[in-house]
């Protein structure tokens, strides 16, 4: 009996090549693109919803911001009015129109009269100008409004947004 010494007795000699040789099944690369998309896409987007979440507070604060800036403005010019606060708080209500009016919180302290917290009016008394507006007098306004950091429906932190601003009575 004569044994072929060139296959070493087995019929697939091929096979056995491409296994040892690295280039195989067990070194096949052809779906790892695939499988490494698929665990990193999930962490990407909460990622990228996280950052947009964040985001929407962040543009929230600055339109607080801007609303009591331009309200603190209209304060510091308004002396003589009955109603100070009312005009302002229509003042800061129109410069906000992404926030919900009803969930600012206002605070006015006039010529170091505080009118509460949640005040929308500080009217002079017998209809006559608000005795606390006196020309170089200081006037401030609190403003606070809630938030919350929400991605896909998981709410991270609730928080709240508070600037102030203090002018000059002119």
Known sequence: M?????????KDNGRISRLNSGKGLASDERGSALIEMALALPIMMMMLTGI??????????????????AGGRVLAADRGDIDPCKTVTSAIYAAA???QSSNIGLTYTIGGVNYGSATTTCPG???????????????QIQATYP???TVYGVKFSSCSLGTQIAENVQ
């Open 147 to 149: 938030c919350n950091l």
């Open 97 to 99: 129109p992404g926030l």
């Open 125 to 139: 008394a017998g209809n006559t100008a608000n005795a606390s507006m006196t020309a170089g007098g200081t006037a």
């Open 52 to 69: 947009f979440s964040f985001s929407m507070v962040l543009y929230q604060k600055l339109q607080l911001a801007e609303a009591l800036s």
């Open 2 to 10: 004569i044994l072929n010494c060139k296959t070493g007795g087995h």
